[in-house]
């Protein structure tokens, strides 16, 4: 590897072990065995190169997700894939909900940010077979949410029983009609 992949290696270890606030220049550049002037030289900035470990750690996330979602299943087993993701992928959801507190003084990472989840939006509507941006609204909301849960106390995250259970109430027998 170059150092331009050392670097990226590096930033992905610090950044999943120390999020991204608390990762230093320095502590990249050591992890990846390089001078402190390589992120200068390659990246401009720390953050930049962070945001572009972030959104590459998101593609690898996504990818995961097509690979486990690619066999058709009923929506328990789907979701149960699904929460099983957020174990594989912790720390970064930890660093995305990380982030959210940072965008309003960071407009480059909250452009990133609306980007990435446009794209995110379009995938997942893609996975759960449509093309509308709006069902991977409805999915990447319930990603969100569910992931969000799982963090703070995964005994407590619904299990994909109850989801399926909590949607089909608010749903109700309506579904389908407009009004």
Request: glycine share 10%.
């Amino acid at each position: 590897m170059g150092n331009r992949e050392d670097l990226l290696d590096g930033a992905k270890r610090c950044l999943y072990d120390k999020g991204y606030s608390r990762t230093t220049a320095r502590d990249i550049a050591t992890a990846a065995g390089v001078s402190l002037a390589a992120i200068g030289y390659h990246y401009g900035t720390k953050e930049a190169l962070l945001n572009e470990v972030l959104v590459e750690a998101m593609r690898e996330w996504g990818d995961d997700l097509s690979r486990v979602l690619a066999e058709p299943g009923d929506f328990e087993t789907t979701w149960g894939e699904v929460i099983d993701s957020f174990v594989r992928a912790r720390p970064l959801w930890a660093i995305q909900f990380e982030l959210i507190a940072h965008m309003g003084r960071t407009p480059e990472l909250r452009d990133s940010f609306a980007e990435a989840g446009r794209q995110a939006r379009l995938g997942l509507a893609e996975l759960f077979g449509s093309d509308s941006e709006r069902v991977g609204a409805v999915v990447q909301t319930l990603l969100g949410g569910l992931a969000a849960q799982w963090l703070v106390d995964p005994d407590a995250t619904p299990t994909p029983a109850e989801l399926l259970e909590g949607l089909r109430t608010l749903v109700g027998p309506t579904s389908g009609t407009s009004s």
